[in-house]
């Protein structure tokens, strides 16, 4: 991570987007837990990667707009200036592309209604950037870019409860697809092993009887009966 650190001073020289490889660098810490963690980067590590690129582009750019004049002087590139008259447009489709994301992930992973109810909240503060940035003003535009402080934020909260209380399903009713899937949660598996113990307990019981009934002469009964 540390070349793509390095190389950041020098984008708005050279790319049209430095945003975008701001948002590289700044999403780096996701494979880099994850690596930490699973000693290797997952295919959710790398999703919340991409995702997460797409919030620092967001709100990245709205700090380029408040700075898009001083920048044209100077003979730099920014997402707000590739982006024109454009601009309210893509940081609003990166908002959307980063909630949809996250929320995907809530679906798949089965988090439950408290993340759902951080990401509604997130998506409301999500539009207060768009009635800041509608007129090109350099103070609404910063006031856009601080107003994601409180986005991260909730996101974090839905995140915490939703880790540690999970709902509970019937052994019974997997949740539907999930066997074609593979995507079965660790705690259907639990069941399911738990299942697979208490039947293999059940047929070494039945031969145990077997063994003791033809030790007595009485007769054999079937292990599953």
């Not at 490889?21 to 930490?36: D, E, K, L, W, Y």
């Not at 601080?146 to 009713?173: D, K, Q």
Request: hydrophobic residues 50%.
């Amino acid at each position: 991570a540390w070349p793509i650190t390095c190389a950041i001073p020098y984008c708005k020289r050279f790319l049209a987007l430095p945003q975008a490889f701001r948002g590289i660098a700044f999403s780096f810490g996701i494979p880099m837990a994850f690596a930490s963690v699973f000693r290797e980067v997952t295919a959710l590590g790398w999703t919340l990667f991409a995702i997460n690129l797409f919030w620092v582009m967001a709100y990245d750019t709205e700090y380029a707009m408040v700075d898009r004049d001083d920048d044209i002087k100077l003979g730099l590139k920014t997402s707000a200036i590739t982006f024109g008259r454009f601009d309210v447009l893509v940081v609003m489709f990166c908002y959307a592309v980063y909630l949809a994301g996250l929320t995907w992930i809530v679906r798949e992973r089965q988090m439950g209604p408290l993340f759902y109810a951080g990401l509604l909240i997130a998506s409301l503060i999500a539009l207060w950037p768009y009635r800041l940035i509608r007129k090109p003003e350099r103070a609404g535009c910063f006031l856009a870019f601080l107003a994601n402080h409180w986005l991260g934020l909730v996101v974090f909260a839905g995140i915490v409860p939703a880790s540690t209380v999970r709902p509970t399903r019937r052994p019974c009713c997997p949740r539907p697809g999930a066997l074609a899937r593979g995507l079965t949660g660790s705690a259907f598996r639990r069941r399911s092993l738990l299942g697979l113990c208490s039947r293999d307990a059940h047929l070494i019981g039945g031969a145990h009887r077997d063994r003791v009934a033809a030790l007595d002469g009485l007769p054999r009964q079937h292990p599953l009966s």
